[in-house]
DNA sequence: CTTTTCGTAATACGAACGTACCATAATGAT
DNA sequence: ATCATTATGGTACGTTCGTATTACGAAAAG
């Protein structure tokens, strides 16, 4: 044989290569020629590690996930260690907005997987779908350790402002994606309702 | 000649052809032949009112925004004349929920546009992004409203809320159609921050 | 040293798509 | 009555797409 080659390091070498191009071209406008000239291999060799397309996008999706994880736990260790509730409910949201190229990709694909999803069966049996709840866990707790503390708004309800921060979060980068809003002006908005949830002062509970 | 015909009707009928087809597969996966087999015509017509797929896509969706903007309308024409600016939102938000088949295929495919426009530069010129901009401004003035007669919060951030408000509404939409969501669950949320935005009282003034 | 298997390449195939072309019946205008 | 125009149908063309087929060199296995 000739030297035996690592398949996960040339799938994770082709899959990039699908973000990269439906990155520039849309999700829906990606050929396998186009993922193979991206990579710089032959048509032949994305069909030998993805037998077919609809692996090849399950798998692009997969890398994406994971590249964003990856990126999100960036952002938590360079905040540091235990930087609050607040602060790493920030860098949460700040992290899942396309504010540069990364992000971008990241977002604009991940939103036309779940629209692809609607009318694809097969996309929509794919376990994307807990990945949303995972964060909506974590932020319920990180809100109600706050609570706990006295650094957040007694009154409000966790979940429920967990769900709406994770909700407007989304769209702000829909809107942004579209050149809709400016990130700055999300980010203000999502400012406003921490500011709003968390109290300055970490005596004080809030009067009610 | 043939009996002149309304050119008019026969494409919105067309339009409505594409819509119902689109809602069904996707807009990805529509192509001019499955429009022509809704519309019960021929590919031929489809080709002869809108010249080219770009046209008809662009017509289509002009079309859905009309659509949409009646039954907004209607929405709030049901609600009675004069209902409070509280019940002119609720009707507002909950008229875009994905509840029943029209407002899901709405949902999907202005979500579908939207990302396709990312990547599109022909639909982005499309001046279908200045809608929300204007449901923005018209949410803006009611909690203005609200606040000015002591209905609502008087600290709030008007603009802020209603473009969070939008925010989260949409984003709900979008797990609604994924099957993330339950619509209850989204309504529950968004009553949540109506319910902080908005006195039960109609005299207190909100204290700060 | 032979044989088998793995990585890679080139290319062919059938289907589907958007578009273009040709045809024709019906009707308004002259 | 004739002619030009309009609405409609059928179909062919060129391209692109995903997939299948065939081939071949190189190295591990025996």
Redesign the interface.
Known sequence: MPKRVDHDERRTQIAEALIQVAG???L??VGMRDVAAEAGVSLRLVQYYFETKEKLLFHGLQHLTDRFTARVDARLAAAGRDPGPRATIEALLLASLPTDAESRIFH?LY??Y???????EAL?AQPF?DK??AAENALTRLIQQAQETGQADAGA?AR?EA??L???T???G??I????RTPESAI??LQ??LDRIFNSSRTAPTAR
Chains 1, 2 share one sequence.
């Open positions: 520039r071209q849309g829906h406008a604009l939103s036309s779940s629209i692809l999803s609607v009318t694809d929509a779908i949303p709840d309800d429920t769900i709406s994770l909700a407007m989304a769209t702000m829909t809107s994606l579209v050149g809709q203000a908005a406003y309702h």
